[in-house]
């Protein structure tokens, strides 16, 4: 009976973990005066296969299907060493980044940085956007809680744009990202790079 109790109180923990870091991090402190889009990632995992050290940084957006998108995305960070966790939009009440949230939709797809003109077709991907508090909303999907692997959309995409690009492989990156329609009206991408790995 203990032992039930003891892993029923282990997956409990694991599955409320992420919530309550975000959840810590957005209450504890502003994280920009006029709000943003973060991610979250976990440096250790590759090492140590544990839901610990979780870290939280800014993604910059930018506007898909312009001038200068590809390279915008191919320039976006990357949570090294580790996997993509979730994306947390966070903003003072009654910022144009709460309202959107609730209608932020993740995409998937290919880009390279060297040739603009390469326009791979983005994939809409599951994802559950849940209020986290007053400040902020988590978005997350399987899509980027797990290791890359051939089980993935972000890998699919991946072969699909070698097929379709003649660039060289080690050119075209896989971004997952969340679309968010501002107050102006414009969609604006905030994107991280899944893989290939490096």
Known sequence: ????????????ALMTAPMLVGLAYFTAEDPSPTGGVFIESDHTFKVTRLDSDRALDPVPGYVPDQPGAAAAAASSPVPTPGRALAFYIAGPA?????ASAPTATMWCFAVDGHDDG?????????ATVTRINALAYRVTSPEIEQAWGAQLEAFRQYVRALQ????????????????????DGVRRMYSVRVGPPR
């Not at 009976?1 to 409990?12: C, D, E, Q």
């Open 1 to 12: 009976m203990k032992t039930r109790v003891a892993r029923l109180l282990t997956v409990i």
């Open 94 to 98: 009654g910022s144009p980044w709460l």
């Open 118 to 126: 390469f326009r791979a077709r983005a994939v809409r991907l599951p």
């Open 164 to 183: 379709e690009s003649t660039r060289p492989r080690e050119d075209l990156q896989i971004m997952v990202g969340i679309e968010l329609v501002g107050a």
